[in-house]
């Protein structure tokens, strides 16, 4: 993984199946999580983890696809 900081933004540069199990993680966060601590656990509260996910393209699983 290669980490660039620019202020205030991070550029991360990671292997494509880091970043699906990066989106799969977050994803299980949201269907498992309890609203009441989910902000204390994750450090972001639900919604802003979905607006998050529903920012990310669709990208094929395989570079080839």
Do not use: C, H, W, Y
Request: zero cysteines; charged letters at 35%.
């Amino acid at each position: 993984m290669e980490i660039e900081d620019r202020g205030r933004e991070i550029f991360a540069k990671i292997p494509r199946d880091e970043f699906f199990l990066i989106v799969s993680l977050m994803s299980e966060a949201l269907e498992t999580g309890d609203e009441r601590d989910f902000e204390t656990r994750v450090g972001a509260s639900m919604q802003q983890v979905r607006d998050l996910l529903d920012s990310i393209p669709e990208l094929p699983l395989n570079a080839g696809a």
